[in-house]
């Protein structure tokens, strides 16, 4: 699985933008997905996930109520609809894909076998 991450850029604090992780390969649909997020000096740190069938999701505290994770299998693709962003949320953002109905955690970073390039999200105060 090939992933590209886009839609990131420069809004002002309370705004939102919506990022996109396009997926080539046919394993994208069977596996469960997640975002992350890395501040400059900063590890890199769980944002939101969604299982395989788009049942599940799961946020990190920070971001619960304001960002919303969703997936289209159809179109090989997952969003991240980030509203009511604050500068705290500036980082790159990467989405990551699962090996298909693999089990364990969604939050451990370590538990994904594909990774997007990353998009850059800036919020300005």
């Known amino acids: 699985v090939q992933l590209q991450a886009c839609g990131g850029g420069l809004v002002q604090a309370g705004g939102s933008l919506r990022v996109s992780c396009a997926a080539s390969?046919?394993?994208?649909?069977?596996?469960?997905m997640g975002w992350f997020r890395q501040a400059p000096g900063k590890a890199r740190e769980f944002v939101a996930a969604?299982?395989?069938?788009?049942?599940?999701?799961y946020y990190a505290d920070s971001v619960k109520g304001r960002f919303t994770i969703s997936r289209d299998n159809a179109k090989n693709t997952g969003y991240l609809q980030m509203d009511s962003l604050k500068p705290e949320d500036t980082a790159v953002y990467y989405c990551?894909?699962?090996?298909?109905?693999?089990?364990?955690?969604?939050?451990?970073?370590?538990?994904?076998?594909?990774w997007g390039q990353g998009t850059q999200v800036t919020v300005s105060s």
């Open positions: 990551a894909v699962r090996p298909p109905y693999s089990s364990g955690s969604y939050y451990h970073a370590g538990l994904y076998d594909y």
């Open positions: 390969g046919r394993t994208f649909g069977s596996g469960g």
């Open positions: 969604i299982d395989w069938r788009g049942a599940g999701t």
